[in-house]
């Protein structure tokens, strides 16, 4: 697999879009487009090569070849989550931890009472 298209492949899993029709459902593409965007039988244009940028949160720089390292560069689009990220940072690591259980609880509360159970 040539460069780019091992790029947008390791893109896509590292997104966690483990098949190429996941991935070709959440750009509005086909499978078989996305297939051949990673053997390079053809190029994603400038429009699609955004879209997977986005959903991948890395740079299309990076898809490019123009960036040695894949950097998952999340976008931050409101100014709540600019104070949310701001006071993460300050937070002491093990407040930090506590959060992220906190959230992790709120988004999905039986993921993470059996994920504690599986630890112990």
């Known amino acids: 697999m ?13 997104a966690g879009y483990y098949t190429q029709g996941a991935f070709a459902k959440a750009l509005g593409v086909s499978r078989g487009l996305v297939g051949q965007w990673e053997s390079e039988h053809k190029r ?20 490019q070849g123009d960036a040695i390292e894949m950097r998952r560069a999340l976008a931050v689009s409101t100014s709540d989550e600019i104070d949310l990220l701001v006071m993460f940072r300050r937070m002491p690591d093990l407040s930090k931890q506590n959060l992220l259980y906190i959230a992790a ?12 159970r599986e630890k112990v």
């Open 2 to 14: 040539p460069e780019m298209g091992r790029r947008l492949a390791a893109a896509r899993l590292s």
């Open 44 to 63: 994603p244009g400038r429009d699609n090569l955004a879209k997977i940028a986005k959903l991948c949160s890395i740079s299309m720089e990076y898809l």
């Open 105 to 116: 609880l709120l988004v999905d509360p039986h993921g993470v009472t059996r994920k504690k």
